[in-house]
């Protein structure tokens, strides 16, 4: 008698992505001390950050500008009427014991994100995750529990304040996310943009990009959601990943085992790999939002916004295509191309330079990128210009020299930079294609090597190997390899 | 009407610890506020469009340049310090 195991439920996990970006402004958002990172506890501190009585807050114009790039770069439409609200909480961190934000009124709403990630063939599989909206907010100060490295049980707390009232935005995005991978997809194609823009640095380590992830899972099927769990704590795009798919898990074996899901605040917690309990969220009314009285509405003149607008660059997702489509690059290719501006555009100027571009960006990312990783430097910081890339590059097309010497005379492109032409030129390295002369160079190589000819008369066909680089020692490496090739098998089976 | 609960649920945000006598005074007073700005909802605003803030003025910005203040006038106006840090009570977790 059989039994038939039944069916196992099927789940889907629903995510949405807080993102904070630290804007990367000379002052704060509302007043006039330095918006810097430093290690030095409270120097960048002034009355207003401090929540003195009587001050008032002003809005920083840079603040205003790359809230509203960063807006239009996320396809987000730019409110016509905006303001400014009070979050009222206490905690130490918050000197005035409240958070000047943006509550129903943000700078930006209605935007997406394009994802695009690889299936296991190496195409393009893109995605839209909408953008709730972006408003502009300060951060708050941070705390240094001197108690825990000291006495056990210390009464006090030490507070840092040069962060409170650092400029940065909040992105929210629609709860379209179902998986580690594309919320970990999602926050990168973020950062990508905020660097496009230039309006964040993005560093995780340094805690300017930080996310918060909400997350339910729901069987297959059911309409309504499941009870949202919010994890923070995640300082890698990697750990928001694994915290997602750890958290998906938990939620699933918890529901299957009968248990009721918390509406909590959890941590991803990097030394174990899981998440635990922070505290019980309070409900959001608690935070008591009213509109900051000290600062003035904003409606950007639609002039101003023209002109932002005019001021963005190419972005990464619309550089991707085009690059398949106007430079035959793979899907991958465009992908590993764009995610950095400075290396997307040195590509651009290398083909606008006539550069083939499939090499160009062989090149890039082969050789060049493998140097930059070696000398931690930045593509800024070479001596190889776009032009002289495209050179090389030209080189090689029309069989001057071979791919081998292209990459013998990186080295010294890279740290002298100069001219590839110049250089073939003072090496006498041009490739030698004449037939003749490569017999000639065979002939002498065969000579020379008897043994080696008759092992590999005598079966020993790998030694072509040993050969052709006989042959590439004779000429200086400068013989065509292909001709190479053919000539010596035609020789050794004759 | 405001009740009770009500009372003690702001005076706990606002971290305000009340007596019984101050939290039924209080409920009174409050009350008595609220129900005179109830008058206010005998006007028909259909037509109005929502007032956001009190002053017509926007658009009010200042250029991104810095001004350093003097960190010591500062630390010293603050209750207690320690170095360089300002020095707060430990925060008890749960809320």
């Not at chain 1, 580690?180 to 340094?206: C, F, H, K």
């Not at chain 2, 007032?51 to 630390?75: C, G, M, Y």
Request: hydrophobic residues 35%; negative net charge.
């Amino acid at each position: 008698m059989t039994t038939a195991a039944p069916a196992k439920t099927q789940y889907e996990a629903i995510i949405g992505l807080e993102t904070h970006c630290q804007l990367s402004t000379e002052t704060k958002i509302f007043s006039d001390s330095s918006a810097k990172f430093t290690t030095e506890p409270n120097t960048h501190i002034d009355p207003i950050c401090m929540g003195m009585p009587g001050v008032l807050p002003v809005l920083n114009q840079k603040v205003l500008e790359y809230a509203v790039k960063a807006g239009l770069a996320l396809n987000c439409q730019i409110a016509p009427y905006s303001k400014f609200d009070r979050k009222q909480y206490f905690y130490p961190d918050l000197p005035k014991n409240y958070q000047i934000s943006q509550f129903d009124l943000p700078i930006a709403e209605h935007g997406w994100v394009e994802i695009e990630m690889l299936d296991a063939e190496n195409n393009p599989v893109r995605k839209r995750i909408g953008v709730t909206r972006l408003h502009m907010e300060e951060d708050a100060g941070k705390l240094v529990h001197g108690g825990s490295e000291r006495l056990s049980g210390s009464t006090y707390s030490l507070v840092d304040y040069n962060r409170a009232g650092v400029p940065l935005v909040e992105i929210v995005s629609e709860p379209d996310l179902r998986s580690g991978q594309e919320a970990a997809e999602y926050a990168q194609e973020v950062r990508r943009i905020m660097r496009y823009l230039g309006v964040s640095d993005g560093n995780m380590q340094e805690g300017s990009l930080r996310c918060d992830v909400n997350i339910s899972v729901r069987p297959i099927g059911q309409k309504e959601f499941g009870t949202k769990v919010e994890i923070k704590n995640m300082n890698s795009f990697n750990a928001i990943q694994r915290a997602i798919e750890h958290e998906i898990e938990r939620q699933i074996a918890a529901i299957e085992s009968g248990e009721r899901i918390l509406q909590e605040t959890r941590l991803w917690e990097e030394g174990s790999q899981r998440t635990i309990s922070m505290r019980i969220k309070e409900g959001s009314s608690d935070y008591r939002y009213f509109p900051e009285p000290d600062l003035g509405a904003i409606e950007v003149p639609s002039d101003q916004l023209d002109h932002w607008r005019s001021e963005l660059p190419e972005l990464p997702y619309q550089k991707r295509p085009r690059y398949e489509t106007n430079f035959g690059l793979s899907a991958y290719d465009a992908r590993v191309l764009t995610d950095d501006r400075d290396i997307a555009e040195y590509f651009e100027a290398a083909v606008a330079a006539k550069a083939n571009p499939k090499q160009a960006a062989n090149w890039i990312m082969g050789d060049i990128s493998a140097y930059l990783n070696n000398e931690r430097k930045t593509i800024k910081e070479i001596s190889l210009t776009a032009i002289a890339l495209a050179e090389l590059t030209a080189l090689i097309d029309a069989n001057t020299i071979s791919n081998k010497i292209g990459k013998d005379i990186l080295p010294e492109l890279l740290t002298q930079g100069g001219s590839p032409n110049a250089i073939v030129e003072r090496e006498g390295l041009v490739q030698i294609s004449d037939s003749g002369a490569i017999e000639m160079a065979i002939e002498a190589v065969i000579a020379a090597n008897p043994k080696e000819l008759e092992q590999y008369r005598g079966g020993k066909t790998k030694l072509l190997g040993f050969f052709v680089g006989q042959v590439m020692k004779q000429t200086g490496g400068r013989a065509d390899p292909k001709m190479t090739n053919q000539l010596l098998a035609k020789k050794l089976n004759a | 009407m405001l009740d009770r609960a009500q009372v003690q649920k702001v005076a706990h945000l606002a971290r305000l610890q009340l007596t019984p006598d101050e939290e039924a005074t209080f409920t009174t007073q409050l009350s008595s506020i609220l129900d005179y700005f109830e008058l206010l909802s005998e006007l028909d605003v259909t037509d109005v469009k929502p007032t956001t803030r009190a002053i017509e003025v926007s658009n009010v910005v200042r250029v991104d340049r810095q001004h350093p203040f003097p960190r010591e006038d500062i630390l010293d106006g603050a209750p207690d310090r320690e170095g360089e840090f300002f020095r707060v009570p430990k925060i008890v977790t749960g809320d």
